[in-house]
Structure formats: C-alpha cells, structure tokens
C-alpha cells in the first residue's frame, strides 16, 4: 500500500506509470513527428526516474547514467531522427499492419501479461520498487509490438529504441541499476545503431523508392 | 443529516447555478484570446439566458409532451448532479443517495430525453444529431465507469465524497494508477461536453454538429434551459475532475462553516484554470472526423482499463 513505502519510491512508481502512458501514445501516434516528440518525453521520464533512484541510494555513478539518457536519448536521438525526416520527406505516414485499435487492444492484452509474468519475479526481488518490473516489462513489450505492427522504418526504429528506454528502467528503477560499464555499452551500442540504420535508411530508399519493408521480403524483382 | 450539511448542499447548488454560465463565458474569452479574436464579455451567456427567457416560444405543430418537457427533465438532471459531485463540501445529503455510477445514470438520462426529444419532431437534423450523441454517448460512458471505478478502487467506495476523503484528507500519497485515469477522463469530458475533437460547440454547419443539431427546434425559454443545462454540464465535469484529481481544499466530513466559505474563492480558482486548460487544448487540437471518435474514445476506455490495471500491479 502507498502509505508505507517513502516518497522516493511513490514518484518512481508514478514515472513508471508515465513511461507506460507514453508507450501506449506511442502506440497509437499515427504521425512520425510525434512519435520522435512522445520518445524524447519518455526518455526525459527515464532520466527522471533514474536521477530518483541515484539521489535515494546513493549511488553516484548513476548520475553519469543520467547524464547519458539526457544527451543521448532526450537530445541526440531525437534530433538525429528529426532530421532524418526531413531528409527523407517522411514526416506524416506511419502504417500499421493492423489498425489502431486492434493494436491498443492487442497492447491491453500484452500489458496483463506482462504484469502476470513480472509477479512471481518481483516478489523475489527485496527493492521498495519491485512492482514496477512489470511495468518496464510492460514497456518493453509495447515497445516491441510497435516493432511488429509498423511497416515503415523509422517508426520501427523508434519502436527499438523505446524498447530499450524500457529495458533501462527496468535496470535502474526495479533493481537498482547496473555496473557503469554495462550502461556505458548499451548506450553507445544505441547510438551506434542509430547512425547506421540511418544510413541503411538512404540505401533502402536509394533501392526501393520508399521505406516500406515489405519490399525487403522479396527477394528477387 | 445535520444543518450545516444541508447549507453547504444549498451553498453549494446555487453556487453551481450561478457559476456554469460565467464558466461557459471564460473558455469562450481564453479561446477568443487565444486565437487572437477580441473576447466577448464574461458575462455573455446571461445576456443570452435572459434574453431567451424574455422570447415567446415556437414549438413545432407535431411535437409531443416529451419535446416540451425534455428541457425540464435535462436541466433537473444537471442540476441533480450539480448537488451529488462534491465540490465545495463533502457532508451532502443528497451525495449519499446516489453514487458515482448512479451519477452516470443520471447522465445517461439527460441524454436519453434530448436524444428522443431532437427526434420527435422528425426533422432530419434533429435525428442525425441524435444519433450521433448516443454513438459518442455509447463510447464515452464505460470509459467515465472506468475511471470512476480506478478512483473507487483507491478509496474502496464508489460514493463521490468518500473518494474524496480518501484522496484529499488522508495522508498525502502519489497514485500512479490516477495519472492514467486523468488522461482518460479528459478525453471523455471532451467528448460528452462536444467539444472539439469530437463536436464544435461555436459551429452551426450541417454536416460537423453533433449538440447543436438536436437543439436547433427549440427557441426561447427551452433552449435558454437547455443552453443552461449544457453548462451546468461543463461545470459538473470540471467539478468531478476537480474531485478526482485535485482534490485539496474541499471541506472535510465534518467541517465548520469558515472551511466551506473558504472552499469557495479556491474552486473558482481551480474551475478558472481548468477552463484556460480545455481552452488551450481546444486552440490546440483539429476536430476529428466521426469516424474517428471511435477510436479516440477506445483509446480513453484501454487508457481507463490500464489504470486499473496499474493500480492492482501497484497497489496504489
């Protein structure tokens, strides 16, 4: 119940909740210009959440942490994909392979699995903030249905991405974060395969005339 | 049932009375100021009350008792609801006779009688808007159960007052789950007060009305209470959402006069900044094709859902 775990803990447990809130708009967001909006937004909540648990815990190497998800994930990526858009002229399609709501209700469904698989896992857990396992769960998941339903590249790329906003704030939030060298890797890792799906994005364009992916399934004209 | 309990239930309703109409005024004037227009006066939907009120009405030949009563039954419907959210107190008697689902009822039926009014005269736009109120109306209402119920789980009882006990005088704690029921409530208050993602309320173009199709047949003393009523509406929602989400400084249970009169200047204050807010998003957003409101109000009821669902995985 609320009243016995501290303050700290509630605001994580409320930009948990915000982090799920932004992957479901992202989910339903038909416009690519606001998608890269809604993924800053739910990088800055990361950023957040992380400088909490660094405060409480006292673990000052997580600040190094924050500082990572603020330049990376609130300025760069969001910047470099701005301008990817408007040097491809992407900025208003984003196709779904299945329409919106199907795929909200699809996410409803992903969300109650998650929590159900994150339980048992959480109570093994001895942090104030297990219960939010489920909810990073959870956004992984949705992160990865965006990956499924998305014909276009660059919605699918940000769908990576955000999958990977959840999988870090199930590392900080749930657990108390990871060595230094293991965040340092995965956010440069994330910055490396932002330049080079950049790149591939002008070579499928250069290929096919557009960035639909169903015409990588070919093999052969 | 004590008498100051019956004062502040008093104090409170003609409050709501007074207050729809200037609150109706102040989004109209944050819009106009916000599209750069010069404002009309705050005061404007009295003027245009008092001036319906003085007209003679014209009613169709072929209308019926209900196209002559529905104006009464919608205005008592909203001025009953106008008592039952707490606003100002949370000692009302009328509160304890209806809970949050009954107020959806209660919200139900205003709709219901000014659906079967619109088409009792048989005009085409009457029917059409009808039609198109209970198709919003069939969306919106389970999302506002759902929020409702997120805020009942919380406090464990679906009586409005006792939410608001719960949230505003026990010991301050985040809800997480509350976040998400927010978002959906706002999609569905804009939905039910037909503005504009879903309804323009300035337009009066055939094709994009939804509210204002079917009160196109009333003129002068019925469609002043109507109009009134549509406030009063506004006023309620505002009022729940103030209930559910920002709860401080409404009087407690058993509170002293000083307490409610005190209440009072902070609601305005809280209605005020509400109404600036549905004004920025109305300035904000484009309206949405009909076929779209589906979706949009789908997307508050899984919102609404969620928050439930936050709110088990949580505990809070």
Redesign the interface.
């Known amino acids: ?3 016995n775990i501290p ?1 700290w803990a ?2 994580i ?2 930009l ?3 982090l ?2 932004l992957a ?1 708009a992202m989910l ?1 967001q038909r416009r690519v210009l606001t998608l890269i909006n809604l993924f800053a937004a739910q990088g800055f909540a990361l950023a957040c959440s992380t400088a909490i648990v660094a405060f409480a815990t006292h673990q000052p190497h997580l600040y190094w942490s924050v500082g990572l998800t603020l330049v990376l994930k609130v300025l760069v990526l969001p910047w470099l994909l701005h301008r990817l858009i408007v040097r491809l002229d992407v900025k208003w399609d984003v196709e779904g392979l299945i329409n ?2 199907t795929t ?2 699809l ?2 469904v992903l ?2 699995f998650a ?1 159900n698989l994150a ?1 048992p896992i959480s109570q093994l857990a001895n942090t104030v903030t297990r ?2 396992l ?2 990073a769960m959870a956004s992984v998941m949705l992160a990865f249905l965006m990956m499924i339903t998305r014909r276009k590249a660059i919605p699918q790329v940000i769908g990576f991405l955000a999958m990977e906003n959840g999988l870090f704030f199930a590392a900080t939030s749930a657990t108390y974060g990871m060595p230094m060298v293991v965040e340092l890797g995965i956010g440069l890792d994330v910055l490396v395969a932002m330049l080079i799906l950049g790149v591939f994005f002008f070579q499928i364009r250069e290929q096919f005339d557009s960035l639909d992916l169903q015409h990588l399934e070919k093999l052969k004209e | 049932m004590s008498a100051t309990g019956f004062l502040s239930q008093l104090l409170q309703l003609a409050i709501a009375l007074l207050l729809a109409p200037i609150l109706v005024g102040w989004v109209n004037q944050c819009r106009a100021w916000l599209s750069n227009r010069s404002a009309p006066p705050l005061l404007q939907p009295y003027r245009m009350i008092r001036k319906l009120f003085n007209k003679d009405a014209v009613v169709a030949e072929n209308a019926s008792w209900l196209f002559r009563m529905t104006p009464y039954i919608v205005f008592a419907a909203m001025a009953l609801a106008a008592a039952i959210v707490p606003s100002l107190a949370t000692d009302l008697p009328f509160a304890q006779a209806a809970d949050a689902i009954a107020l959806v009822g209660l919200f139900a039926l205003a709709r219901v009688f000014a659906a079967l009014a619109a088409m009792d005269i048989g005009t085409a736009f009457g029917s059409m808007g009808a039609r198109r109120e209970m198709f919003v109306g069939f969306l919106a209402e389970p999302a506002l159960l759902m929020v409702l119920f997120t805020a009942s789980l919380i406090s464990g009882s679906t009586s409005l007052p006792t939410i608001v006990d719960t949230l505003a005088h026990r010991e301050f704690a985040i809800y997480p789950s509350l976040a998400f029921a927010g978002v959906a409530f706002t999609m569905v208050s804009l939905a039910e007060n037909a503005r504009i993602p879903i309804d323009n309320p300035a337009t009066h173009l055939e094709l994009t009305m939804i509210h204002e199709a079917m009160l196109l047949e009333y003129s002068a003393r019925h469609l002043a209470l109507l109009e009134w009523a549509s406030a009063l509406k506004l006023f309620n929602y505002s009022c729940i959402g103030l209930a559910l989400f920002v709860p401080f400084g409404i009087a407690e249970g058993s509170a002293d006069w000083l307490a409610i009169l005190g209440a009072t200047p902070l609601l305005i204050v809280k209605l005020a900044g509400g109404g600036f807010a549905l004004a920025l998003i109305e300035t904000l957003s484009a309206k949405l094709r009909i076929f779209r409101a589906p979706e949009f109000l789908g997307t508050a009821f899984l919102l609404a859902v969620l928050g439930m669902l936050v709110n088990l995985m949580l505990g809070s």
């Open positions: 119940m609320p009243m303050l509630q605001l447990n409320l948990a909740a915000v799920l809130l479901f339903a919106i709501p909200m209700l996410g409803i969300v109650v929590f339980l219960a939010t489920g909810i």
